[in-house]
């Protein structure tokens, strides 16, 4: 542009100030007005400011609108999938479906009652399976189900879950009919993923029982069982706590644990622990393998004793005369308890024992205890208690029992061995070996006592007794061996004459 002057007057500076800055031609289009004047037509410009952080913060919200939307839309769709999958789930077809599986897993025929799910657990009133004849289990009656399930439980293919709890169940055996059929549905043609699969099954109160007579051959009441399906051994595994523990012939027993392995046709009998039904302190433990579906194989469990009540595991009409608490030992047998699976099971049991460190063993209620108690005038006898040693073998086969090999003894006063039984009518049988020390016959004066026992042999002086009668009258014929004695010197004379007996000898004077 030219040059402009350095100074103007008022009236220039008007002038230029109406007539508004100069339009460049490069910026517009030079027209003709009307009048003939020429002006350059500028187009408007809009204001335009470029901002980054502002789009920046568009797009964002643009996003996290489309975003919300999308998880609105599917938490829409997945209630409505959840909805309708748990209408499915409480359907008719869906709980017959479940049926139908539950007999394909167990074999059994089986009753549901008061089946229902939610999102989280599946639920029923009851469910009773019962198997065919051949197979060792009978029915099987639980109540009170509820099930933690995993999510693809309601597409209906399987149920699954972690965990089921029982409230109660009561389970009965029998012994398997040969023959006869395992299962009441056919087994699964290929096999695949189960249709029915929890890892545990729970339940606190737990009955058992084995076979159909009253009393039942065996029952298990008040117990707590869980059932797992997968263990370390790979193996389905089952741990009992507590119980009642009931075993025709046997005394009440009380179960403290047990831990069972399923192996085929076979049950692994790891641990099963039981103690005396009013002792907590001791136990008898139990281990082996049981084959039910074989009845010509005998089943053998190890017997482990300790501090154990010799009355909880050879019954109340021993401890009658022996009490005390054993420890089981090596001896000429194993310790066993073997039995055939079988209606008639032949139960035999073989345990060999020692007295424990914590007990020392008594021995009462047999008549010529009250004898020698009379003749030596030494109330100890009434009841001689054995410090020294005190072994046998308990022995059990059927209903009867006996203590074989006894061998109990207390230096300087008395010893006591042999056997006693008592059979399934509680008569008593066995004869026992009284021996009693030198110092001890001398000491009691009496004639007919020194001619009655034998010769000293490993420290005492030894005469044999039958025993007889019945565990709650029992007898011996000490008093016969005694009054028939020859005596080794002269006898003083009696009032009728004759051999002082027994009733002159314990007459007060």
Same mark, same amino acid.
């Given at each position: 542009?030219?040059?402009?002057?350095?100074?103007?007057?008022?009236?220039?500076?008007?002038?230029?100030?109406?007539?508004?800055?100069?339009?460049?031609?490069?910026?517009?289009?030079?027209?003709?007005?009307?009048?003939?004047?020429?002006?350059?037509?500028?187009?408007?410009?809009?204001?335009?400011?470029?901002?980054?952080?502002?789009?920046?913060?568009?797009?964002?919200?643009?996003?996290?609108?489309?975003?919300?939307?999308?998880?609105?839309?599917?938490?829409?769709?997945?209630?409505?999938?959840?909805?309708?999958?748990?209408?499915?789930?409480?359907?008719?077809?869906?709980?017959?479906?479940?049926?139908?599986?539950?007999?394909?897993?167990?074999?059994?025929?089986?009753?549901?009652?008061?089946?229902?799910?939610?999102?989280?657990?599946?639920?029923?009133?009851?469910?009773?399976?019962?198997?065919?004849?051949?197979?060792?289990?009978?029915?099987?009656?639980?109540?009170?189900?509820?099930?933690?399930?995993?999510?693809?439980?309601?597409?209906?293919?399987?149920?699954?879950?972690?965990?089921?709890?029982?409230?109660?169940?009561?389970?009965?055996?029998?012994?398997?009919?040969?023959?006869?059929?395992?299962?009441?549905?056919?087994?699964?043609?290929?096999?695949?993923?189960?249709?029915?699969?929890?890892?545990?099954?729970?339940?606190?109160?737990?009955?058992?029982?084995?076979?159909?007579?009253?009393?039942?051959?065996?029952?298990?009441?008040?117990?707590?069982?869980?059932?797992?399906?997968?263990?370390?051994?790979?193996?389905?595994?089952?741990?009992?706590?507590?119980? !009642?523990?009931?075993? $025709? *012939?046997?005394?009440?027993? #009380?179960?403290?644990? /047990? =831990?069972?392995?399923?192996?085929? @046709?076979? +049950?692994?009998?790891?641990?099963?622990?039981?103690?005396?039904?009013?002792?907590?302190?001791?136990?008898?433990?139990?281990?082996?393998?049981?084959?039910?579906?074989?009845?010509?194989?005998?089943?053998?469990?190890?017997?482990?004793?300790?501090?154990?009540? !010799?009355?909880?595991? $050879? *019954?109340?009409?021993?401890? #009658?005369?022996?009490? /005390? =608490?054993?420890?089981?030992?090596? @001896?000429? +047998?194993?310790?066993?308890?073997?039995?055939?699976?079988?209606?008639?099971?032949?139960?035999?049991?073989?345990?060999?024992?020692?007295?424990?460190?914590?007990?020392?063993?008594?021995?009462?209620?047999?008549?010529?205890?009250?004898?020698?108690?009379?003749?030596?005038?030494?109330?100890?006898?009434?009841?001689?208690?054995?410090?020294?040693?005190?072994?046998?073998?308990?022995?059990?086969?059927?209903?009867?029992?006996?203590?074989?090999?006894?061998?109990?003894?207390?230096?300087?006063?008395?010893?006591?061995?042999?056997?006693?039984?008592?059979?399934?009518?509680?008569?008593?049988?066995?004869?026992?070996?009284?021996?009693?020390?030198?110092?001890?016959?001398?000491?009691?004066?009496?004639?007919?006592?020194?001619?009655?026992?034998?010769?000293?042999?490993?420290?005492?002086?030894?005469?044999?007794?039958?025993?007889?009668?019945?565990?709650?009258?029992?007898?011996?014929?000490?008093?016969?061996?005694?009054?028939?004695?020859?005596?080794?010197?002269?006898?003083?004379?009696?009032?009728?004459?004759?051999?002082?007996?027994?009733?002159?000898?314990?007459?007060?004077?």
């Amino acid at each position: 542009m030219p040059s402009e002057p350095e100074k103007y007057s008022i009236d220039e500076m008007m002038d230029r100030l109406k007539g508004g800055p100069e339009a460049d031609p490069a910026d517009g289009e030079l027209v003709t007005r009307a009048d003939g004047s020429q002006a350059i037509r500028v187009k408007k410009r809009k204001r335009r400011s470029t901002q980054p952080h502002k789009e920046e913060v568009k797009r964002t919200r643009r996003a996290r609108i489309v975003q919300v939307s999308a998880a609105l839309v599917l938490v829409f769709l997945a209630i409505l999938a959840i909805g309708g999958a748990v209408i499915y789930a409480n359907s008719r077809p869906f709980r017959d479906k479940l049926v139908r599986n539950v007999a394909a897993a167990t074999g059994a025929g089986v009753e549901l009652t008061q089946f229902r799910m939610n999102p989280r657990t599946a639920n029923a009133g009851g469910l009773a399976l019962q198997w065919p004849a051949g197979n060792a289990l009978d029915e099987l009656a639980l109540r009170g189900l509820s099930g933690e399930i995993f999510p693809s439980s309601f597409l209906g293919k399987s149920m699954r879950g972690e965990e089921v709890i029982v409230g109660s169940a009561n389970l009965k055996l029998r012994i398997p009919e040969a023959g006869a059929p395992l299962r009441a549905t056919p087994a699964p043609a290929t096999a695949g993923e189960a249709p029915v699969a929890f890892n545990r099954y729970r339940t606190p109160t737990f009955d058992l029982q084995l076979g159909e007579t009253q009393p039942p051959a065996l029952r298990l009441s008040h117990s707590e069982v869980s059932l797992s399906t997968t263990s370390l051994s790979g193996r389905p595994q089952m741990r009992l706590y507590q119980g !009642i523990l009931d075993v $025709a *012939g046997w005394p009440r027993l #009380r179960l403290d644990r /047990g =831990l069972l392995e399923f192996r085929g @046709g076979e +049950v692994d009998v790891i641990a099963l622990r039981v103690q005396d039904e009013k002792d907590d302190q001791g136990y008898m433990e139990f281990s082996g393998t049981v084959a039910p579906y074989q009845p010509d194989r005998v089943s053998v469990l190890e017997v482990k004793l300790e501090s154990f009540p !010799i009355g909880g595991i $050879a *019954g109340p009409e021993i401890a #009658r005369f022996f009490n /005390g =608490l054993i420890d089981s030992a090596s @001896g000429p +047998v194993p310790n066993s308890l073997a039995f055939l699976p079988t209606a008639s099971p032949e139960t035999r049991m073989d345990v060999a024992f020692q007295a424990s460190t914590s007990s020392i063993p008594d021995l009462n209620g047999l008549p010529f205890l009250h004898i020698l108690a009379e003749i030596t005038a030494d109330e100890w006898f009434e009841r001689p208690v054995f410090q020294n040693e005190a072994t046998g073998i308990v022995h059990r086969e059927g209903d009867a029992v006996a203590l074989r090999e006894i061998d109990f003894r207390t230096k300087g006063r008395m010893a006591l061995k042999g056997d006693m039984a008592v059979a399934a009518n509680r008569a008593l049988t066995g004869s026992l070996e009284i021996g009693l020390t030198e110092a001890t016959i001398t000491t009691s004066g009496n004639l007919r006592l020194d001619s009655l026992f034998g010769p000293v042999e490993n420290g005492y002086r030894w005469v044999t007794v039958k025993l007889s009668g019945g565990s709650n009258a029992p007898a011996d014929d000490f008093k016969e061996l005694f009054n028939s004695a020859k005596l080794k010197s002269e006898p003083a004379a009696t009032e009728g004459g004759g051999l002082p007996t027994f009733e002159d000898l314990t007459r007060p004077r």
